[in-house]
């Protein structure tokens, strides 16, 4: 006889095939699938979730995120927080700077002792002339030394940035600080003259001012920072090299040097309530514009007022003065220059 190769079939009226177990366990679910969002035959309906929106635990909240009474739409910790312009609770931009310059034939006097340029004020020797020159040139590169580093770490390192984001009374304390010093600096011979006080008047002016800097730049990004430290530094090199090599005289433009201070002045304090207002692209640009220019020309006025071959020159006593004006003037166009190129890469 041949033996089948299918098992015998199950004949139902002999029993269960498993007996019942004791112990009070519920008896196995029936075959088949139950309905979606159903109970369980047999099973307790908690705590297994009765649709796709109950909790699935007591005292949670139900749903899916972005559905009434769910769970909350982001965002959760980790992930990016969505882009936008900054709202309640980020501080927005400074306002810009309005240029606190005064040029300085403007308090010359025809006593040689007693003003800034004198008329024919010239140097009595080469000697004296190269060691005013590098005595002022040391200045201002330890003034752009210090402004580089602070505009660098405010760049750079994010806490720091942060930090005077979120903390503006600071940026308005180091304004009015620069403010101050620099009128007494300017209109005050005593002090300007005297040391150690000019030392330290020079210093503390030069914390303010880089601080309002690096405030400034700290709201741009790290590659318009750099195309604005070079082409300033361009210019700088390239004004200075033609003020040395030059027959033109700026320094006889005395009046027009004065108005131009002025009208920047001017512009920049109605450019900045306009803007307070309503933000107006082409309004700041051609304010930015025109700071930069005007503030090239300044530094071409200084620095042939330096060099003392010109029609009027600074004393040789005045090398707080010199380093200073220059160095503003470096600075201004720095940030008109950041304006100008932060605008166009956003």
């Not at 990004?221 to 361009?234: N, Q, R």
Request: hydrophobic fraction near 40%.
């Amino acid at each position: 006889m041949s033996r089948s190769d299918y098992p015998p079939g199950y004949d139902e009226s002999r029993g269960p095939l498993y007996a019942p177990q004791g112990g009070g366990y519920p008896p196995p679910p029936a075959y088949g699938f139950p309905g979606f969002g159903g109970p369980q035959p047999g099973q307790p309906s908690a705590p297994y979730p009765a649709g796709p929106n109950a909790p699935m635990f007591p005292g949670q909240p139900g749903g899916y995120p972005g559905q009434p009474g769910g769970y909350p739409a982001g965002p959760y910790p980790g992930q990016a927080q969505p882009g936008g312009p900054p709202g309640a609770g980020y501080p927005m931009p400074p306002p810009i700077m309005p240029p606190m310059h005064i040029p300085s034939d403007i308090m010359s006097s025809d006593d040689p002792d007693d003003g800034f340029a004198a008329r024919g004020s010239g140097f009595d020797s080469l000697s004296i002339r190269h060691a005013f020159i590098r005595k002022v040139y040391l200045i201002l590169a330890a003034q752009l030394l210090v402004t580089t580093s602070i505009v660098a770490m405010f760049t750079f390192v994010r806490p720091v940035r942060l930090f005077v984001q979120r903390n503006p009374a600071l940026y308005w304390a180091s304004y009015a600080v620069y403010f101050v010093t620099h009128l007494v600096l300017v209109c005050c011979k005593g002090p300007r003259r005297k040391c150690p006080w000019n030392v330290i008047l020079l210093g503390i002016f030069t914390l303010a001012l880089s601080y309002v800097t690096g405030s400034i730049s700290s709201y741009y990004d790290t590659k318009a920072v750099f195309l604005a430290l070079g082409i300033t530094a361009v210019v700088c090199i390239a004004v200075t090299v033609f003020c040395f090599q030059t027959k033109v005289d700026f320094t006889k433009c005395q009046g027009l040097f004065c108005v131009l201070g002025i009208v920047v002045f001017v512009t920049g304090i109605i450019t900045t309530i306009v803007l307070s207002f309503k933000y107006i692209p082409w309004l700041h640009m051609l304010y930015a514009g025109i700071g930069a220019i005007a503030f090239t020309l300044f530094l071409a006025y200084h620095t042939q007022l330096l060099i003392g071959n010109r029609k009027h020159s600074i004393s040789p006593e005045e090398y707080v003065f010199a380093a200073l004006s220059i160095y503003v003037d470096i600075v201004q166009i720095f940030l008109f220059l950041l304006q100008i190129i932060g605008a166009s890469t956003k």
